[in-house]
């Protein structure tokens, strides 16, 4: 499916929009403003329009709960940082396996590998959506969570804790991202209909809106369960003398908590969202040809 000079004159300007307008909400610092255009621009230059919404629909809903209760989170975490801005790191661990998915989409021009495609992106972004709305909502829950490894009690904020009001939130910011697709996917597909215009070569239409609202709700609760198995595993945390939770040990007395110091926070992002978006290609694939 080929991008037309048009179109790719459009995703650039709204790449700069998208970057600049993080910018002046301070929702993103300068590096990831500029990762988030270049994201940005592999993503609206993709004439799929489901692409574009599923990109959006993360990008404002996280950047919305991200600020939500800063006050209470402020007095939870170690590492709060006031505005909520995201780095280049943090917008790369969430932003480049959508990427690369959305310019192989492009690439290709047969129907099935699009389609898997596709709902491998959807997946991708489903999960980080799900673990963004359940570490930004989970604060909400009226007790401490559980270590999904030991099922022990632990403080608000330590890496792999679950809860009730988590577990639902991930779920519903996964449907969200599905819901956001099959509106944007419905939308394409009645507008190619209704000008009676053949769709782009390649152009998934085969794609159900119960197909892209289940991988979204499965990928958002899959995502965060996968993404706080590694948090209590591979993750450090430590509980600080004034009660705040920090991924590294400040001063001496600091206790920790569960976990090893083996990957960073950004890099479980990414490895469990780049997971659940495999795990869905292979699922489809073998829906494919099974």
């Not at 932003?95 to 991708?124: D, F, I």
């Not at 099959?182 to 507008?191: M, N, P, T, W």
């Not at 090893?260 to 073998?286: C, K």
């Amino acid at each position: 499916m080929p991008t037309s000079l048009a179109s790719l004159l459009l995703a650039v300007g709204l790449s700069a929009f998208m970057g600049v307008r993080s910018l002046r909400h301070r929702s993103l610092s300068r590096s990831g403003a500029l990762a988030a255009g270049l994201v940005g621009l592999s993503t609206f230059s993709n004439p799929h329009l489901l692409t574009s919404v599923v990109l959006l629909t993360f990008f404002v809903s996280s950047s919305k709960l991200t600020k939500y209760q800063g006050t209470r989170k402020q007095a939870l975490d170690a590492h709060f940082t006031e505005g909520g801005q995201r780095d280049v790191w943090q917008v790369l661990s969430n932003g480049l396996t959508g990427s690369v998915l959305s310019l192989l989409a492009m690439a290709t021009s047969r129907v099935h590998p699009r389609a898997t495609l596709t709902l491998m992106y959807v997946a991708h972004y489903a999960a980080c959506n799900g673990d963004t709305w359940a570490s930004e909502l989970g604060t909400l829950h009226p007790h401490w969570p559980r270590l999904i490894t030991t099922g022990s009690s632990v403080p608000p904020g330590t890496n792999g804790g679950i809860s009730t009001t988590g577990l639902a939130a991930s779920l519903a910011g996964g449907a969200v991202v599905g819901l956001a697709a099959a509106f944007a996917h419905l939308f394409q597909s009645g507008y190619y209909a209704l000008l009676s215009t053949t769709a782009p070569v390649g152009f998934p239409a085969d794609l159900t809106t119960l197909s892209l609202v289940g991988v979204g709700a499965a990928a958002g609760l899959g995502g965060s369960l996968l993404d706080s198995i590694l948090g209590a595993l591979l993750q450090c945390s430590y509980v600080t003398a004034e009660g705040k939770v920090s991924n590294r040990r400040q001063r001496p007395e600091d206790k920790l908590v569960t976990g090893r110091d083996v990957l960073t926070n950004n890099q479980v992002n990414f490895l469990s969202s780049l997971s659940i978006a495999l795990i869905t290609g292979l699922l489809a694939f073998h829906g494919h040809t099974g």
